[in-house]
């Protein structure tokens, strides 16, 4: 429901004019936003949380615009036939959608009475949510609105930067503590298991929400008849025991900085908000398009009938049926509808679904005669490993995913980088990668790679390759690619012993099939790893 361009606390500003308008509201995300969305295990109150940020900075901005600015009675025809500079308007919206919320006041009263109503309505009824407002003035001239709207999001960060941390009150006298957040808690609320337990305001806030966040969720991705969305990480299709991991996925369009600078350059007020306007609703087309792209494929895999009561399998894949006989699909939207997606899945699926995606961005863009892509990091964890640290870890291979496009792609396109942990251990993402990848023959680890460029070993297409080679030709060799796994660790000497005791050749790979190492790169862990946390959702044949 919101842009994953937000990450801590909500913060909504505005542009306030001494005597003419305001450009007013985009929100940001930082520490404190992640937390609200991502910090609990249980997947009920990430979708409540998610869908009261989505409410707070859309529908509820929409409604607090209309007691604000009552002249104007603003609806959505203001957004195309109706303009603040020659209507009479009191306010008007420039665009909103995927996070983002922005408007022009005529009258700084009007700007200061959106500003308290929003406010306490978030207090109200998204406790925990925290809204901080910055203003400044702009005079309509006919030209400038995109600079003033640049120039108003680096004095929001440079007052962000100075605010102090809060630190709530935890509780007086005899309380009894909420489980999710340590706060006190003032509800009780009951689990899909029956049990009943005492919450705070705001995860009773998060907990009401969740179902409003299925029902809309419903119907922006429809999950088709005889299937439906699962309200708990237990649901997303995993299988008991090794094998219960689930993938949180963050994508992230590339360039849309540099793109939304460019449209503000040296345009007329008016050009501008039609141009930022058709942006933001392309780009909100663009990732719900490819995120029920995904969602499609992965349902067109279902079809396979019911292996044993109570579930259908797909490949490798188990799936509960809920109390009306629907599917529960494994995937989970958290955070759509911009240029940032985030989704939660099986573990084994993560990295299919997320290349789905992304080709699926492209391809929608060019479609739109827009040079769009988007890179994607893949977090596979256990089910129960804490979902604020999986999604943070998302977040950083996403950035490594952008780094390395940065640096190696010339004619743009997509990237994508994945770290899997079985165990409970975390630590910034280098360090891990430095600990289990870094070995005295060198890199273990290809990450990040390419989307598409097939051939290069550093991309996608080439690691699933392998790993289906691997998967196809290696499936009763369980001990023998244990034991490379081992010999790729030590190095060259080691794997070439290997090949020579178990007479087995590697598949082919241009200048790493004699050793499995070249310029101090091992270009056969990735796939190996991959081997038994991988399921491949489009058909493809493994080369030799």
């Given at each position: 429901p919101v842009t994953a361009a937000v990450l801590a606390n909500l913060y909504v500003l505005f542009c306030f004019p001494s005597c003419h308008f305001i450009p007013s509201c985009r929100p940001f995300i930082s520490f404190c936003l992640r937390q609200y969305i991502f910090g609990s295990n249980r997947l009920k109150e990430n979708i409540g949380a998610s869908y009261l940020v989505k409410q707070a900075t859309e529908d509820w901005a929409f409604e607090t615009l209309k007691l604000a600015a009552p002249k104007n009675n603003v609806d959505s025809s203001d957004l195309v036939d109706r303009k603040i500079e020659t209507d009479g308007l009191d306010a008007e919206i420039l665009y909103a959608g995927g996070g983002n919320f922005v408007a022009l006041f005529r009258y700084a009263e009007s700007a200061k009475a959106f500003t308290r109503t929003l406010s306490k309505r978030v207090l109200i009824d998204a406790p925990g949510l925290r809204l901080d407002i910055h203003q400044e003035p702009f005079v309509w001239t006919g030209t400038g609105l995109g600079e003033a709207v640049g120039q108003l999001l680096q004095n929001m960060k440079k007052e962000r930067s100075r605010k102090a941390a809060s630190s709530p009150l935890m509780g007086l006298g005899v309380t009894v503590m909420c489980q999710s957040t340590t706060l006190p808690a003032v509800e009780v609320v009951r689990d899909p298991d029956g049990r009943e337990r005492y919450v705070s305001a705001e995860v009773y806030a998060k907990h009401y929400a969740a179902d409003q966040a299925n029902d809309w969720l419903r119907r922006e991705l429809p999950p088709g008849n005889g299937y439906d969305y699962p309200l708990d990480l237990d649901d997303l299709?995993?299988?008991?025991?090794?094998?219960?991991?689930?993938?949180?996925?963050?994508?992230?369009?590339?360039?849309?900085?540099?793109?939304?600078?460019?449209?503000?350059?040296?345009?007329?007020?008016?050009?501008?908000?039609?141009?930022?306007?058709?942006?933001?609703?392309?780009?909100?087309?663009?990732?719900?398009?490819?995120?029920?792209?995904?969602?499609?494929?992965?349902?067109?895999?279902?079809?396979?009938?019911?292996?044993?009561?109570?579930?259908?399998?797909?490949?490798?894949?188990?799936?509960?049926?809920?109390?009306?006989?629907?599917?529960?699909?494994?995937?989970?939207?958290?955070?759509?509808?911009?240029?940032?997606?985030?989704?939660?899945?099986?573990?084994?699926?993560?990295?299919?679904?997320?290349?789905?995606?992304?080709?699926?961005?492209?391809?929608?863009?060019?479609?739109?005669?827009?040079?769009?892509?988007?890179?994607a990091g893949i977090a596979i964890v256990k089910s129960h490993y804490p979902f604020a640290r999986a999604y943070q870890l998302s977040e950083s291979l996403c950035d490594e995913a952008k780094k390395f496009r940065r640096e190696n792609f010339k004619e743009g396109g997509g990237a994508l980088d994945w770290h899997f942990t079985s165990g409970g251990l975390y630590d910034e993402l280098e360090a891990m990668r430095k600990r289990e990848y870094h070995v005295s023959a060198g890199n273990l680890t290809l990450r990040p790679v390419s989307l598409d460029n097939e051939g290069d070993v550093r991309s996608w297409a080439e690691i699933e390759r392998l790993t289906i080679a691997f998967q196809q030709d290696w499936a009763d060799k369980r001990n023998k690619a244990k034991a490379l796994r081992d010999a790729l660790r030590e190095g060259q000497d080691a794997v070439m012993r290997f090949m020579n005791i178990y007479e087995q050749q590697l598949p082919k790979l241009p200048d790493f099939e004699q050793t499995g190492w070249h310029d101090r790169q091992c270009g056969y862990f990735d796939a190996l790893e991959l081997m038994d946390i991988h399921i491949p959702l489009r058909e493809k044949e493994a080369q030799p």
């Open positions: 299709g995993r299988s008991i025991g090794e094998r219960s991991y689930i993938a949180v996925v963050h994508a992230d369009g590339n360039g849309m900085g540099q793109i939304i600078r460019a449209i503000g350059e040296e345009r007329d007020n008016r050009a501008y908000i039609s141009e930022i306007r058709q942006f933001s609703e392309q780009v909100k087309a663009i990732s719900t398009t490819s995120m029920m792209a995904a969602i499609e494929l992965l349902r067109q895999k279902t079809l396979k009938g019911t292996s044993i009561p109570g579930t259908r399998t797909v490949s490798a894949l188990e799936f509960s049926l809920d109390d009306n006989n629907n599917l529960r699909l494994p995937i989970r939207p958290i955070v759509f509808g911009g240029d940032d997606t985030t989704f939660v899945c099986d573990g084994r699926i993560g990295l299919s679904l997320a290349v789905e995606y992304l080709r699926t961005f492209e391809t929608e863009a060019q479609k739109q005669e827009m040079n769009l892509s988007a890179c």
